[in-house]
Each structure stands twice: as C-alpha cells, then as structure tokens.
C-alpha cells in the first residue's frame, strides 16, 4: 500500500486532485523476528566468496544495508547513488 499510496500523492500534487488515501490510515504489521549474523558467521561467509565480491559483500554484511537503502533520498538534501545496472549520467 505504500507504492500506492506514494504513487497517487504524487499525481494529486501534479495534477491537482484530492488523493483518494487522503484519511486512510496504514494497518499496523508485526514486526519479522531478525536474526542478523554473528561476526564469525560474517567470517566464515567472506572467506568463501569469490575474491572479487568480498569488498562489497563485507560492506554490505557489516552495515546492514540492503537493496532498497542503496538509494540515498535526494529530497533530504542527499545525492542519488546510482544503480550497478545504470550508466553513469
């Protein structure tokens, strides 16, 4: 519903028209139960991947950064770090 919801409020602001979310407030979702690795399992992971992944896996094991945090949010003043799939503009 987020996508949606997202979605419409920027066509109402483009196009000048009530969303109709407007009021409608999000279900509360119970939370996944998250086991994160251990730092030997963070280890043991890195020693067996190839060599030229281990950097960014590292990173991104380390930080917990995942898919959707790659992308800064530019409207907070952040710049936008372009996908591995993009070219450069």
């Known amino acids: 519903m987020g996508f949606a919801r997202q979605i419409l409020a920027e066509a109402a602001d483009r196009f000048e ?9 999000s279900l509360r979702a119970e939370r996944p139960d998250m086991h994160p690795f251990s730092l030997e399992e963070v280890q043991r992971i890195l020693n067996r991947v190839r060599s030229d992944f281990r950097h960014y896996l590292a990173m991104r094991l380390l930080t917990g ?23 450069p503009s």
């Open 17 to 25: 028209f009530q969303s109709s979310y407007r009021g409608i407030k």
């Open 65 to 87: 950064m995942r898919r959707c945090s790659d992308q800064l949010n530019p409207r907070a003043g952040t710049s936008k770090a372009p996908s591995p799939r993009q070219k």
